[in-house]
């Protein structure tokens, strides 16, 4: 059996490595978890492996704000310590504080 350990946490901020964006993670699939039109849709050349983690990102761009699929390879961490400004983030998490933000809850 395989196990899959994901690089970043839930309330960590990330960039993606190619494209301006940035968020907070919020969720996160041990390996591509997505529809495969999804998948399809990304040029073949720049698909990623679906054996990695993929993450649910709140994301934000200098335009607008919205939800986020990325693969960990697509993924760098935001060392920036500038808070994301997605509107959905005091849904999930509380304060931005030491560079993430933290959970309301707690995870089993």
């Keep these: 059996m395989n196990t899959t350990r994901a690089k970043y946490y839930l309330g960590q901020v990330v960039r993606h490595r190619k494209h301006p964006f940035r968020g907070v993670v919020f969720d996160v699939d041990p390996e591509f978890s997505n529809t495969e039109e999804w998948y399809d849709a990304i040029p073949e050349d720049s698909r990623p492996a679906r ?58």
């Design 51 to 108: 054996a990695q983690p993929f993450y649910h990102l709140l994301a934000e761009n200098d335009q607008s704000y919205y939800v986020a699929y990325v693969s960990e390879q697509n993924l760098i961490a935001d060392y920036s310590g500038e808070p994301v400004d997605h509107p959905d983030i005091g849904d999930l998490f509380g304060p931005f504080q030491d560079g993430h933000y933290p959970l309301h809850f707690n995870m089993n």
